[in-house]
């Protein structure tokens, strides 16, 4: 575009500041504005795809139509910086801060525990803070749809939601629990004093005063008023047009008949950002009247099509309240869609043209518009025209009927009729904030008073490239009787009708085949209790509608939660400031609710700062034959490509085999593996770079799957193995031997804050500074002073805090720093790169995933005799921590039992995935699981209960593990009958069943489940830790140990361990940040153990500074600390001291069996109770209890947050998160959109979690345990209640006995178990005659 064209002055306003941008760039994103030209990096950026809500803003617009300042929650990462010319912006530094005033919402997040890492802080506070600008006293409800679109992988949610929910009119209380529980006040005059549940004081929050809150900038108001006229914005490569008029939108769109319409640019936006698309014109509508009008017709209601989805569904929901409800029919199916439509901040801005015409065959409100023939008029230069969105609507994939130089200028939503009956369904992965996989609009039309149908149109996404009409299905069906044998005659056609290639996009092809059906059967079941009412005809609604099959047309419809959390509280004498075992608030918290706590990519850019983007690997395994760079280096700001040819060093790499390169040298060896890197002055520049570097391969053969590297023996040597006692006899002796399988599926990190580093040069004796997300700062530094030929002293790596790690920044993360800190000595200037959300998943690896087969050998009487299981795990393209994942899986096969002959193999795979690595459990979770399916299994084959099963075998003191460990104090069978007590087990288990009885479609399932986890690094040589103290002159506390804060609330516990030891307040001690120079040689911060093993550490450190004080304590008894600090200095005392821990007494020998591998073991049990919806595989966490054992806890509320959010991140593992990988290796899953973590949503509706009391862990400091890790295994209980339920739902086919579901159970595997009448109608085709769309890896 020439730089002649006209370029207007963008205008808005930022935390009540003018902002005037001259130049303002329209591919510029509001999020990136706010952070790099404005400084304000407290909205941050977890996915730069609308779905994490971590850089939700406020947007206050003037509405002239509706004369009234509109609030808007807005995904800062989508929205252009040119659509907010005359807007408002509020971010989270506009509403508070903790060096003036904290917003009461900023408090109460952070003082009710709801903010761990704190990256998605800023955004869930910006999205409360808007609701709450709208509506000051909202409901649970309102409160939990607000925060459809944002994501937390800390919390849990629980402690957010309880926070916010002081701001509700249910609070005061816990909202009040079902089926006979106890509310939580009730809770909290439990009988057992010492026993409390108060996390926080509600008492001491600040009131909401809405009279505070800023107001509209009022110069903004006069410019809104004067403005009239067409502005425009002139970016590098795009402009942006915002026509103030209909016939100027006209002209422009017949002059640029390509430019596209931007009204919420949340399908434009993602299209260029991830899909590579440039549009240089693009023409913003929303400013024009006809199409953001809404007008009541005859006929129905007439919404322009840049009006929002927020217009829209307030617009329906008025009619709804009052027209008479056969009128509105049409619009209730609308809201049931949009009820499930994205997040809130994405239906605040898009419109609804956007989804018509975007064309998606995976559109929501398309098959309702479709099966309501709704009318659409068509505008252009040269005229106006009406069409119906019929089958000959949507003419190919993403194309409609429009010519390009037409616009959609509004749809009429029709009032429905008499007679008539639609209904909408959508089903997804993750109820809240997904997208369909089938999605529908069912529309029935009776002959006046009669049951015949007069017409229907059956309309479905997801189903085709477009959204279809099942046409030939709907013609059979007129003039029929609404009765079973339509049913019958109607799932026949449709089944022959609605097809799909086993090859199509999206997979999952017989699950979606069968959702055909399957809904349409809840249309038609819901269609005959509508006739049934309307015609007042008992005959349909007696004979017709058995009442358990009512259930199957009830909506999912899930209760806002409830919760209770109870702990021991400290013991009555115990001093006010020993804060040991209370309940401290995280000390970063409240920075981290203001934003203005600081993460790598929030530090101010340098000057000379340059950015780099990754290159990598398009193929799993190649020869790369030349790389390309010339048109790459041509393009503005690129400063120079780095590739091995720039390591000085060593180009091998590796946490423990250096099996691994910093670049690729010749090989490729997975999709993602780094080739080079582009350098340039901005991100942009960088990426545009990138992506046009050519990369030549010669294809080689690959393994994806862990089946492919079995067939091929493609497996990391040796083969790990670990067996007690004696197999073969213990086969022979038992009445039964059952052989058994289970998949369970890898686990993205998704840790909010994705990889980020920033390498600074120092320019003297190649001395170079790293700030990195890491959770090991240590290997971070020796790999980079590795690749560098310096030795590691050159080398500093330092890290404040990271947005969550989970496992995924303990090695991965060196990749990327080691290149950042060859680009900044290539170049000589400090160099930075934060991984976009997508690359993050395609190169960083995950959780193992595992195939585990397993042979049971047990008695008529459930007595397990022996049992030989072999695990597979697929490590990818090196070894990383392969072979320690697999141990771990092998030291957790027998979960809490005690078998006496027991054998485990371990195989790890080597395929051409990007290498996994440690995630949360370490193996641990996958060991777990396989062994709960042959206990389950074994109880199913001899009609025993599962947990009479489970109880028999439960480990006793004195026990001896597989391992050779003897286990001592034991408090596995407390924490088990706690568990039975609180959740009534018995009482719920004939609730359970008596549910089941009475419904076919929805059936519930229960499970309680034991867990044991083993606390140690099995490296024996990393659980050593160091710490160093530095006391200053005025007796501030300076503390550094070498453990990373992620949200883990590490600092916090360790300051709360310095504060007991050295007597003084929390407020005196200070931690920074953990750094190699401080601390060296750190061990990860991994393995649950970083308390145990820093928190010695720090006791010994201040230890010897208390040591050193004494004599001058002695001296002044009644002195305060700073005296004893300045006598001791005056005395020439050195007021620095580093401290040390080893843990003793452990060492194992895989290879002998010999050894102690764990310092100790930590236990919890966790019951869960679910329910699922037979037809469509959705599942409801109903309840879940936990007794977790966490010793003597150090601090109540991480520990419980801890527990929280590792069991909600297990229950992503086992339930919802599936990354799906083509054959030949390619991650389609690459973000929010398409790769699902639990959110608000996914809590189970009660939560009880307990501390287990009275259990004091001699082998760790004061007495506590352990807790990263081991509670995600207790989500094991929601995936076998959902077992539990599917077995209910299958005996309804009369099957029964032990069945395989792998992990995780999605909504696919759920419908798929429960086989029926409808599931046999789709019949699945020969895997070897076609190519899946995904395989199981
Ligand atoms: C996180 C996230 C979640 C989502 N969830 C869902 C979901 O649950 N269900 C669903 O169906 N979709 C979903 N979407 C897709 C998207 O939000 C919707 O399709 C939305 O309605 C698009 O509207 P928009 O205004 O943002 O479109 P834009 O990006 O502004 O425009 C989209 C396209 O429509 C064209 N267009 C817009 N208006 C007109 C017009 N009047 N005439 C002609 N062409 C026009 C534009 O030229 C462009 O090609 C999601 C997207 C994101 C990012
Ligand atoms: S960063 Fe904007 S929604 Fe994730
Ligand atoms: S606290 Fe929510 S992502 Fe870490």
């Given amino acids: 575009m020439a730089s002649t064209v006209k370029t207007d002055e963008l205008v808005f306003f930022v935390n009540g500041k003018k902002v005037i941008e001259k130049n303002a760039d329209p591919e510029m994103t509001l999020l990136t ?151 939580c006040m009730k809770s909290k005059e439990t009988d057992e004093t010492d026993f409390t549940s108060r996390l926080f004081d509600s008492s001491e929050f600040k009131p909401l005063d809405p009279t505070q809150e800023p107001i509209f900038p009022p110069e903004l108001l006069m410019l809104i008023q004067k403005t009239s006229t067409q502005v425009q914005f002139q970016g590098e490569r795009v402009s942006w047009i915002q026509p103030n008029s209909l016939s100027d939108l006209l002209c422009l769109k017949a002059k640029h008949p390509d430019a596209k319409l931007v009204v919420g640019n949340t399908e434009v936006g993602i299209e260029m950002k991830f899909k590579n698309m440039l549009y240089p014109v693009i023409i913003a509508p929303n400013y024009i ?26 617009t329906l929901k008025k009619a709804v309240s009052k027209v008479p409800d056969n009128k509105t029919r049409v619009f209730q199916a609308v809201l049931a869609q949009l009820k499930w439509f994205a997040g809130q901040q994405i239906r605040n801005v898009s419109g609804i043209g956007g989804n018509v015409m975007t064309a998606s065959p995976i559109s929501d409100l398309n098959p309702v518009f479709m099966a309501a023939n709704c009318k659409m008029t068509i505008v252009s230069k040269d005229g106006k025209r009406e069409v119906r969105m019929d089958d000959k609507f949507f003419t190919g994939y993403r194309k409609t009927a429009l010519k390009p130089n037409e616009i959609l200028l509004s749809i009429e939503i029709p009032y429905s009729r008499k007679g008539q009956y639609i209904s909408a369904f959508k089903q997804a992965q993750r109820r809240d904030d997904d997208i369909a996989i089938v999605t529908c609009g069912m529309n029935a039309i009776f002959h006046e008073s009669t049951t015949i149908v007069k017409d229907i149109k059956l309309s479905y996404g997801g189903m085709a490239e477009t959204t279809v009409l099942a046409k030939k299905t709907c013609e059979q069906l007129i003039g029929k009787q609404w009765n079973e044998d339509l049913l019958q005659e109607a799932v026949y056609h449709l089944a022959q009708e609605i097809t799909l290639s086993p090859s ?11 959702l055909t059906l399957s809904l349409f059967y809840k249309f038609y079941l819901t ?257 980079a002073a590795k690749a560098l030929g310096v030795p590691s002293s050159r080398v500093v790596c330092r890290v404040k805090r990271i ?106 795979c080597k395929t051409n995935l990007p290498s996994n690595t440690a995630f949360r459990g370490f193996g641990g979770p996958q060991g777990m699981i396989t062994s709960e399916c042959w206990i389950n299994d074994v109880a199913s084959v001899c009609g025993l ?33 706690e568990c039975l007590k609180n959740s009534q087990y018995y009482c719920l288990r004939d609730q359970v069943n008596e549910f089941n009885r009475q419904h076919r479609w929805k059936k519930r399932g229960l499970a309680i489940i034991p867990v044991k986890f083993g606390i140690s690094f099995t490296v024996t040589f990393l659980n050593q830790a160091g710490a160093l103290v530095h006391v200053y002159t005025d007796g501030s506390v300076l503390l550094t140990h070498g453990g990373t804060e992620m949200g883990q609330g590490l600092h916090t516990k360790m300051i709360q361990v310095a504060s007991k030891v050295l007597k003084i307040p929390v407020s005196k001690i200070y931690v920074s940040e953990t750094s190699t120079n401080t601390v060296p040689n750190t061990s990860p911060t991994a393995a649950s153990v970083s308390s145990d093993l820093n928190g010695m550490a720090v006791y010994n450190a201040c230890q010897t500074i208390l040591k050193r004080l004494k004599p001058y304590q002695d001296k002044h008894p009644d002195g305060t600390w700073e005296d004893w600090v300045r006598a001791a200095y005056f005395d020439r005392v050195n007021l620095s001291a580093n401290g040390f821990y080893k843990i003793p007494d452990i060492g194992y020998d895989f290879e002998k069996n010999e050894g102690i591998p764990f310092s100790y073991f930590s236990y919890g049990v966790a019951c869960s109770e679910v329910e699922i919806d037979c037809l469509t595989g959705d599942h409801k966490n109903l309840h879940t209890w936990i007794v977790m054992d966490v010793g003597n806890s150090l601090n109540p509320a991480i520990d419980i947050g801890q527990i929280e959010g590792a069991f909600m991140q297990g229950v992503g593992l086992f339930t919802l998160e599936e990354l799906r990988y083509s054959p030949s290796g390619y991650l389609h899953t690459r973000g929010p959109g398409s790769y699902k973590i639990p959110g608000f949503g996914d809590i189970p509706g009660t939560l009880h979690v307990s501390l287990l009391r009275e259990a004091p862990n001699s082998k760790a400091i004061f007495c506590s345990k352990a807790i990263g890790e081991p509670p995600l295994l207790l989500a094991t209980s929601v995936f076998f209640a959902i077992k539990d339920a599917i077995s209910a739902a299958r005996a309804e086919s009369n099957l029964t006995g032990p069945f395989r579901l792998d992990s995780p159970a999605t909504p696919e595997r759920i419908r798929n178990a429960c086989a029926d009448y409808f599931t046999k109608l789709i019949h699945p085709q020969d895997p070897q005659t076609f190519t899946p769309w995904a395989v199981q890896v």
């Fill in 33 to 183: 504005y706010l952070r790099r030209k404005l400084g304000l990096t407290g909205s941050k950026l977890g996915c730069g795809e609308g779905g994490c809500g971590a850089c939700t803003v406020m947007v206050s617009r003037y509405n002239p139509s509706q004369e009234k300042i509109v609030h808007l929650a807005v995904n800062a990462c989508l929205s252009p910086v040119c659509s907010l010319h005359l807007a408002a912006v509020t971010t989270i530094e506009g509403i508070g801060s903790v060096t003036s005033r904290i917003h009461p919402i900023q408090e109460r997040i952070a003082k009710a525990h709801g903010s761990q890492c704190g990256f998605c802080t800023p955004g869930i506070v910006m999205s409360m803070y808007t609701l709450l600008r709208n509506n000051t006293l909202p409901t649970m409800e309102e409160i939990e749809e607000a925060f459809q679109g944002n994501l937390c992988r800390c919390t849990g949610y629980r402690p957010i939601l309880e926070g916010m929910r002081t701001f509700s009119k249910s609070s005061g209380c816990c909202g009040a629990l079902q089926n006979g529980n106890s509310c």
């Fill in 945 to 977: 209960p599962a947990e009479e099963v489970r109880r028999k075998h439960m480990c006793k003191e004195g026990d001896i593990t597989p391992f050779n460990q003897i286990l001592n104090d034991l408090t596995i069978e407390r924490c088990w009958e």
């Fill in 527 to 783: 269609v005959l209790q509508n006739l049934a009412n309307d015609l007042m005809d008992k005959n349909i609604a007696s004979s017709l509608i058995l009442p358990a099959y009512a259930s199957a047309t009830d909506a999912f419809h899930k209760d806002p939660i409830s919760s209770v959390q109870l702990f021991q509280a400290v013991p009555p004498g115990q001093e006010i400031d020993d804060v040991v075992g209370r309940p401290l608030v995280h000390l970063s918290a409240l920075k981290q609710a203001t934003g203005e706590a600081i993460y790598c990519d929030d530090m101010p850019r340098f000057q000379n700062e340059l950015y780099l983007a990754l290159v990598t690997s398009t193929k799993a395994h190649a020869k790369i034959l030349s790389i390309d760079t010339t048109e790459a280096l041509k393009l503005p700001g690129v400063v120079c490509f780095v590739s091995a040819k720039d390591i000085s060093g060593s180009n091998a790499t590796g946490p423990v085999f250096q099996d691994e390169t910093v670049f690729a040298d010749d090989e490729v060896t997975c999709i993602g593996h780094i080739i080079g890197a582009v350098v340039a002055d901005t991100q942009e520049h960088a990426n545009r770079a990138a992506k046009v570097v050519n990369v030549a391969y010669k294809e080689l053969s690959y393994i994806i799957t862990i089946q492919e590297a079995i067939a091929k023996k493609s497996f990391y040597e040796p083969i790990r193995k670990l067996e007690k006692g004696n197999l073969k006899k213990g086969f022979e002796e038992a009445d039964h031997v059952l052989e058994g399988e289970i998949h369970i599926g890898g686990q993205e990190h998704f840790y909010l804050e994705t990889h980020c580093a920033l390498a600074v040069p120092k320019m003297e004796e190649g001395e170079i500074e790293l700030f990195v997300s890491t959770q090991n700062p240590h290997a971070t530094q020796s790999h």
């Fill in 504 to 514: 199509a996009p999206g997979g999952m092809v017989q699950y979606r085949q069968t």
């Fill in 803 to 908: 947005g969550g790690g989970f496992g995924g920044k303990e090695t991965r993360n060196s990749i990327l720093s080691t290149v950042v800190a060859v680009a900044a000595n290539k170049m000589k200037c400090p160099v930075r790169c934060m991984l976009s959300r997508d690359e993050d998943m395609l190169v960083s690896g995950g959780r193992h995933p595992f195939f585990g087969k397993y042979k049971v050998g047990f008695m008529k009487t459930g007595q397990v005799t022996a049992v030989d299981v072999s695990y597979y795990s697929n490590a990818g393209n090196s070894i990383d921590l392969s072979f320690s994942i697999m141990e771990r899986a092998l030291f957790h096969m027998d979960n809490v039992y005690n078998i006496p002959n027991i054998r485990g193999l371990g195989y790890v």
């Fill in 289 to 314: 009247p006809e199409m953001t009008s809404v007008l009541h017709s005859e006929d129905g209601i007439v919404f322009g099509s840049a009006c929002t989805l927020t217009v829209l569904a307030e």
